[in-house]
T-cell receptor
Framework: EDQVTQSPEALRLQEGESSSLNCSYT??????LFWYRQDPGKGPEFLFT???AGEEKEKERLKATLTKKESFLHITAPKPEDSATYLC?????????????FGQGTRLTINP | NAGVMQNPRHLVRRRGQEARLRCSPM?????VYWYRQLPEEGLKFMVY????????ESGMPKERFSAEFPKEGPSILRIQQVVRGDSAAYFC???????????FGPGTRLTVL
């Protein structure tokens, strides 16, 4: 069965203090790895899709990278508005399989 | 271009009542997915539908839960005879094609008294 494990569960940083969130996965052929941001009381907001090892994508202070076993979400010089729960999900490369399997998330808090 | 719409945003039901959750996908999206987020747990897949067809319902509880996506109108997730354990946030997502990014709605928060 597909498994997605995110670490750490929670992370507190000072404004401007860069760090990385980890997402490790086991899946029978990866079709895609997705990163979402979720604010309290809201639905997940799409950030990135990564399809193959070595791929990288950037958006503002966020950069996502992918290897054959894990993905990292790097946050550079974060601001308080980056505080949220960051979710990682995988989509299996099996015919007809469209569902996303999510990790538990990393709750990120950026203190001013 | 409006995003995924869900209603109601909050729903309170007593044990034994029925709950109906509605989801209108983004314009041009024909694939709909339902996920459930229990308190202090991650998002779990429930069902994947295209117009008039259930494609994958491997995450749906065997009893009391059903879903549809008719030719006209929104997708409906129906929970019959609700129990306290059904209290959760239910999210709908849509995509334009298979294996594309899924965009989520704001969710319906169901509370069962």
């Amino acid at each position: 069965e597909d498994q997605v494990t995110q670490s750490p569960e929670a992370l507190r940083l000072q404004e401007g203090e860069s760090s990385s969130l980890n997402c490790s996965y086991t899946v029978s052929g990866l079709r895609g790895l997705f990163w979402y941001r979720q604010d309290p009381g809201k639905g997940p907001e799409f950030l990135f899709t990564l399809y193959s090892a070595g791929e990288e994508k950037e958006k503002e202070r966020l950069k996502a990278t992918l290897t054959k076993k894990e993905s990292f979400l790097h946050i550079t010089a974060p601001k308080p508005e980056d505080s949220a729960t960051y979710l990682c999900a995988v989509q299996e490369g099996v015919q007809g399989a469209q569902k996303l399997v999510f990790g538990q998330g990393t709750r990120l808090t950026i203190n001013p | 271009n409006a995003g995924v719409m869900q209603n109601p945003r909050h729903l309170v039901r007593r044990r034994g009542q029925e709950a109906r959750l509605r989801c209108s996908p983004m314009k041009g999206h024909s694939h709909v997915y339902w996920y459930r987020q229990l308190p202090e747990e991650g998002l779990k897949f429930m069902v994947y539908l295209q117009k008039e067809n259930i494609i994958d319902e491997s995450g749906m509880p065997k009893e009391r839960f059903s879903a549809e996506f008719p030719k006209e109108g929104p997708s409906i997730l129906r929970i019959q005879q609700v129990v306290r354990g059904d209290s959760a946030a239910y999210f709908c997502a849509s995509s334009p094609l298979r294996n594309n990014e899924q965009f989520f709605g704001p969710g319906t928060r169901l509370t069962v008294l």
